[in-house]
């Protein structure tokens, strides 16, 4: 007889996912101490929201009441394709096509019915990185990567190039377990980052650094310290993902949402630079470069540019 753990995991593969794994749920002791140590270092720039709602951020069963189970699961966005002029500003390759979180939230709203359908009633909640919860450290705690020097998820068989996504349920599902870190003596991305968002050691980001901070997080002016060190980004960063060796083994993505418009990627420096908002609307409908609206894409280049 197949277990519901399998047919859950074959069912997620159906819908699309890259993989799926399981932790028990219970309060994150651990990690709430990094998350507050991080939050002391003032790491997270003007990201305020990552200090509102401590508690529920660390403990699922404050999300969900009764909660038992936190499945973590991947879905893939790996693609070969690039922006044709060299010397156009770049988006990371997450924003070519329509907004993950609309996509992804479809696909784990099947699942969650799906397993509605073959245990009975499930309390549960989707989550894709819409809610306090922490996502990257659930992954590793089931099993689904490690976290690598460049904090992101490192699956040793599919890279980084992928969106995480949680369901918690108050149906007790056995637990997977965390994998061994393989990051080694590797330091390719913290040597890669043009802006130093990476700690001389690894593991911890300093987000006020980051280029997709930056680019995307940040409303007020990007400060005079990074003028020439973006490395020609407008929207998020790709650069610590590229230079990771893990992702020799990612492979592109088989989702159509996440194709991009064949106009995006013909874009020239010259059509980026004189960008109307009427544009930026053609562009990007549905697409999660609508959250700089005009106005931030618009800052994001010429800051590039402006010598």
């Not at 990552?50 to 009441?65: A, G, Q």
């Not at 190039?161 to 994998?179: Q, R």
């Not at 390719?188 to 700690?199: G, K, L, Q």
Request: glycine residues 6%; proline residues 4%; charged residues 30%.
């Amino acid at each position: 007889m197949i277990s519901i753990k399998k047919k859950i995991a074959d069912k997620a593969i159906d819908l699309g996912f890259l993989d799926i794994k399981y932790a028990k749920a219970e309060r994150m002791d651990d990690e709430a101490r990094r998350l507050e140590n991080w939050l002391e270092g003032d790491r997270h720039g003007k990201m305020s929201y990552l200090e509102n709602h401590f508690d529920l951020r660390v403990d699922p069963t404050r999300l969900v009441p009764g909660a038992k189970t936190v499945v973590s699961l991947s879905y893939n966005y790996y693609t070969e394709e690039i922006q044709q002029d060299p010397e156009a500003p770049k988006l990371a390759s997450y924003a070519y096509g329509r907004d993950y979180h609309k996509v992804v939230k479809k696909k784990l709203k099947l699942l969650l019915q799906y397993i509605r359908d073959e245990v009975g009633e499930v309390g549960g909640r989707c989550f894709v990185d819409s809610a306090p919860i922490l996502e990257r450290d659930w992954a590793q705690r089931s099993g689904l990567g490690w976290v690598g020097k460049n904090t992101l998820l490192i699956s040793p068989k599919k890279g980084s190039f992928f969106f995480l996504a949680e369901l918690i349920i108050d149906i007790e599902i056995e637990p997977d377990h965390p994998i061994a870190d393989h990051c080694g003596t590797c330091r390719r991305c913290i040597d890669a980052c043009p802006t130093e968002a990476i700690d001389d050691n690894g593991y911890i980001m300093d987000g006020s650094k980051c280029i997709s901070y930056l680019t995307i997080e940040l409303k007020e002016q990007i400060p005079e310290e990074f003028r020439g060190k973006m490395a020609d980004y407008m929207f998020g960063c790709d650069i610590c993902q590229q230079v990771c060796p893990w992702n020799r083994f990612s492979t592109p993505h088989q989702e159509a949402d996440f194709n991009p418009k064949e106009e995006l990627m013909k874009m020239s420096r010259r059509e980026w630079q004189e960008i109307t908002e009427e544009v930026f609307e053609q562009l990007f409908t549905g697409s999660a470069v609508r959250r700089t609206k005009f106005e931030g894409l618009k800052r994001n280049i010429d800051f590039i540019y402006d010598e």
